[in-house]
């Protein structure tokens, strides 16, 4: 059972937009920023987001990132065949002393 | 260009130990906390051990605490996992990650790298 919580799975047809929620509590999202990270089938995770909004140089902007209270939500627009991954959010959990992510988020593009 | 490159898994009996390392370059390597991260076959992130810069905070999942230590060598810009009294459960994938700031209470994790197999059994 991840500390974080997140939809098991997420579709949407391409070209459309998709939002993938973060769920945890004060002791982590509500105290701490949030990251995404997208894992393409057998890769590495990828660093999406940081500081719960902020792009790495090279992500595009098509990925986007929101939090409010103890929620983080992962917008995805203009959906490409190539966005289909595991998505992740993590953080710091300041009662655990320990990063924490949620259990991840398949998305189809159908 | 910068990079993590991880090594030491293998297949090891319940109760053995491994040490995994992973080397870094192209960095200012103590300036950065590293985490370790572990993914099970099929299964999702998980958060196992994070050392910041310095070397001098060190934090641990539950799961793996008492039995497992990070340490870094920043003279040899590499950073350390002594896995002791391993368990089938600990069977993963495990990746380093270089986190974007030095405290180790971040986890905003921008360089992985490619990931060394454990199995315990």
């Known amino acids: 059972q991840s500390v974080l919580t997140q939809p098991p799975s997420v579709s949407a047809a391409p070209g459309q937009k998709v939002t993938i929620s973060c769920s945890g509590s004060?002791?982590?999202?509500?105290?701490?920023?949030v990251s995404w990270y997208q894992q393409l089938p057998g890769t590495a995770p990828k660093l999406l987001l940081y500081?719960?909004?902020k792009r790495p140089s090279g992500i595009p902007d098509r990925f986007s990132g929101s939090k409010s209270g103890t929620s983080a939500t992962l917008g995805i627009t203009g959906l490409q065949t190539g966005d289909e991954a595991d998505y992740y959010c993590?953080?710091?959990?300041?009662?655990?002393?320990?990063?924490?992510f949620g259990g991840g988020t398949k998305l189809t593009v159908v | 260009e910068v990079q993590l490159l991880e090594s030491g898994g293998g297949l090891v009996q319940p109760g053995g130990s491994l040490r995994l390392s992973c080397a870094a370059s192209?960095?200012?390597?103590?300036?950065?906390?590293i985490s370790w991260v572990c993914q099970a076959p099929g299964k999702g992130l998980e958060w196992v051990s994070g050392?910041?810069?310095?070397?001098?905070?060190?934090f641990y999942a539950d799961s793996v605490k008492g039995r497992f230590t990070i340490s870094r060598d920043n003279s040899k810009n590499t950073l350390y996992l002594q896995m002791n009294s391993l368990r089938a459960e600990d069977t993963a994938v495990y990746y380093c990650?270089?986190?974007?700031?030095?405290?180790?209470?971040?986890?905003?994790?921008?360089?992985w790298g490619q990931g060394t197999m454990v199995t315990v059994s």
């Open positions: 004060s002791s982590n999202i509500g105290n701490n920023y």
């Open positions: 993590g953080t710091w959990d300041s009662s655990l002393s320990a990063g924490v």
């Open positions: 192209g960095f200012t390597f103590s300036s950065y906390a």
């Open positions: 050392i910041s810069g310095s070397g001098g905070s060190t």
């Open positions: 500081d719960n909004n």
């Open positions: 990650a270089k986190d974007r700031y030095s405290s180790g209470r971040a986890g905003a994790f921008d360089i």
